[in-house]
């Protein structure tokens, strides 16, 4: 009986055909798919800026003092590390926290949303820090953070960008207490920081 011979190479060299259609497909469209996903990318970068600037479009802007922070933490880069008065833990504690704590220690509950109420200064523009609470006050301006270690409290305006030679002007403002922080306040407590301004400065 004659030997029926096979081609194996007909099915494979379709797949391979296959795949070759299918790549010059993808280097034609390689442009076009590299900015799209480029697109794709910035979209959600700016939709997520956006989602978190929207609470601030429209808030009321206060004026807090900066105080000296630890001078070697104090530029990083091309920002300046803040200090603010109500960024430490009061002597007082943070009412509210003793009950709901557990008896934990301040600096096991890192992470743990605080609120500052603030009050006007005697010179009519700045505000300053009251009390601390995990409770949302129920009236008045108050700043919402988080507790960030054991004596220290954050609420996302401890660093500015700052031009290229102008550092030392800061931090000597810093050293006399002249320089302010313009931050934007939200209804619902979060700040952002707007500007900075050295008092005596036109």
């Known amino acids: ?20 259609r299918g790549v010059e497909w993808l280097k034609q469209r390689e442009r076009p798919v590299l900015i799209t996903a480029i697109v794709f990318q910035v979209a959600v970068l700016l939709t997520m800026i956006g989602l978190q600037a ?49 008896g934990r220690q301040v600096g096991e509950l890192n992470g743990r949303i605080v609120y500052v109420s603030l009050v006007p200064e005697p010179d009519g523009s700045h505000w300053r820090g009251s009390k601390v609470s995990i409770h949302r006050p129920p009236t008045g301006r108050y700043i919402r953070g988080r507790i960030a270690g054991s004596s220290r409290l954050e609420f996302g305006i ?38 900075l301004r050295i008092e005596g400065d036109p």
């Open 54 to 102: 929207l609470p601030l479009l429209g808030s009321d802007t206060i004026l807090v003092r900066v105080v000296p922070v630890d001078p070697r933490d104090l530029f990083r880069g091309d920002y300046v590390v803040l200090g603010y008065e109500f960024s430490v833990v009061p002597p007082a504690g943070i009412e509210g926290l003793t009950a709901d704590s557990g």
């Open 1 to 20: 009986m004659p030997e029926t011979s096979v081609n194996a190479s007909a099915p494979n060299g379709s797949a391979v055909g296959s795949l070759g």
């Open 158 to 195: 401890e660093a500015f960008y700052l031009e290229e030679g102008s550092g030392r002007r800061y931090e000597q403002a810093i050293g006399h207490r002249r320089l302010s922080a313009v931050v934007a306040l939200s209804s619902n407590g979060r700040a952002a920081l707007r500007d």
